[in-house]
């Protein structure tokens, strides 16, 4: 119940800017490009982002933070990811201040003979079989990267299993703690997830958004 009443505390708060951002995945999924806005939560003006920077988005993202990634796909921009060379990425990556610019730059220009996989699987039904496909097809995906890809482009039914949602589930005697997320630590604590969004009719995005929120004090993606 506690669990509970967190979230429903933080629905009251920042239900509708949770919604917008909702939709704003749902568009990318749609129309293959959305409008992102981060206010009031960065102080970062609006941009574009299409289903190729969405993916960078969560390579960059991996073993760093949200804001930083989002703050480095602006920086690149739709065209940027998928036509600068090694070096202008890297340039870019390490200005921003990313711990392993050098690696994440190398996988974006790997990623670009990927297209079609990542393209593929947006128009699947089922997150968990997109997700095993991105898992094995693409360098730098481990579930949680696979996860948040999906999400932030439209898919409801997995879980962003980051540092965040993970000690959250451990705070509240969801699961129990571990040195490593293995792959079967990580679907308990989908299924941790899943439980409380069939209590509280809520879809896994929403719950993701909320949770993330009560922990950063932040809506991103």
């Given at each position: 119940?506690?669990?509970?009443?967190?979230?429903?505390?933080?629905?009251?708060?920042?239900?509708?800017?949770?919604?917008?951002?909702?939709?704003?995945?749902?568009?990318?999924?749609?129309?293959?490009?959305?409008?992102?806005?981060?206010?009031?939560?960065?102080?970062?003006?609006?941009?574009?982002?299409?289903?190729?920077?969405?993916?960078?988005?969560?390579?960059?993202?991996?073993?760093?933070?949200?804001?930083?990634?989002?703050?480095?796909?602006?920086?690149?921009?739709?065209?940027?990811?998928?036509?600068?060379?090694?070096?202008?990425?890297?340039?870019?990556?390490?200005?921003?201040?990313?711990?392993?610019?050098?690696?994440?730059?190398?996988?974006?220009?790997?990623?670009?003979?990927?297209t079609e996989v990542i393209e593929?699987?947006?128009?699947?039904?089922?997150?968990?079989?997109?997700?095993?496909?991105?898992?094995?097809?693409?360098?730098?995906?481990?579930?949680?990267?696979?996860?948040?890809?999906?999400?932030?482009?439209?898919?409801?039914?997995?879980?962003?299993?980051?540092?965040?949602?993970?000690?959250?589930?451990?705070?509240?005697?969801?699961?129990?703690?571990?040195?490593?997320?293995?792959?079967?630590?990580?679907?308990?604590?989908?299924?941790?997830?899943?439980?409380?969004?069939?209590?509280?009719?809520?879809?896994?995005?929403?719950?993701?958004?909320?949770?993330?929120?009560?922990?950063?004090?932040?809506?991103?993606?």
């Amino acid at each position: 119940m506690i669990v509970q009443e967190k979230i429903l505390s933080t629905r009251e708060k920042v239900g509708k800017l949770v919604q917008e951002r909702l939709g704003q995945f749902k568009n990318l999924s749609i129309n293959g490009i959305t409008s992102f806005s981060f206010y009031p939560f960065l102080d970062l003006e609006p941009y574009n982002a299409d289903i190729f920077s969405e993916s960078c988005f969560c390579i960059l993202t991996a073993n760093s933070s949200a804001s930083l990634g989002i703050r480095i796909q602006k920086e690149i921009g739709i065209e940027g990811f998928r036509e600068y060379p090694y070096n202008r990425l890297f340039e870019i990556i390490r200005g921003k201040g990313h711990r392993f610019a050098s690696q994440r730059a190398e996988r974006i220009v790997k990623l670009r003979d990927k297209t079609e996989v990542i393209e593929g699987v947006v128009s699947m039904k089922s997150g968990r079989e997109a997700r095993g496909i991105l898992v094995r097809e693409i360098e730098g995906y481990g579930y949680k990267e696979a996860s948040h890809f999906l999400r932030n482009v439209g898919f409801e039914d997995i879980a962003i299993v980051d540092r965040h949602i993970y000690r959250f589930l451990v705070e509240n005697s969801l699961v129990n703690e571990r040195r490593t997320l293995t792959k079967k630590a990580y679907l308990e604590c989908e299924d941790a997830l899943i439980n409380i969004c069939q209590n509280m009719k809520l879809s896994m995005a929403e719950l993701d958004l909320y949770i993330f929120y009560i922990k950063t004090g932040k809506v991103l993606k």
